[in-house]
């Protein structure tokens, strides 16, 4: 006799937190689907922003680009001069 009701309360505590495990399944869903749909809205909302600064970034590095070649090209013929004065100090 006392294995049946032990049996039984089992069966209803496992009914029970399964019942309450689909609730918490189906909130958890929910919230998820509007985290992401709201995620999905701010994304699609900056796109223009994003754009505008990935241009200015590929202009910003093009020119520094230049400018360090310029600097470069500049150093390499001071050192030039350089070495072409102490050669005629020589």
Not at 23 to 44: D, H, I, M, P, R
Not at 49 to 63: C, D, G, H, M, S
Not at 75 to 89: F, G, T, Y
């Amino acid at each position: 006799m006392e294995k049946k009701k032990t049996i039984k309360k089992i069966k209803s505590t496992t009914k029970d937190i399964t019942k309450k495990t689909k609730t918490f399944l189906k909130k958890t869903s929910k919230k998820a689907g509007e985290v992401a749909n709201t995620l999905e809205k701010q994304w699609k909302k900056e796109q223009p922003q994003r754009e505008k600064l990935k241009k200015v970034a590929n202009k910003t590095l093009k020119n520094s680009i230049k400018i360090s070649e310029d600097v470069f090209e500049t150093i390499k013929k001071d050192i030039d001069e350089i070495k072409k004065q102490n050669k005629s100090k020589k």
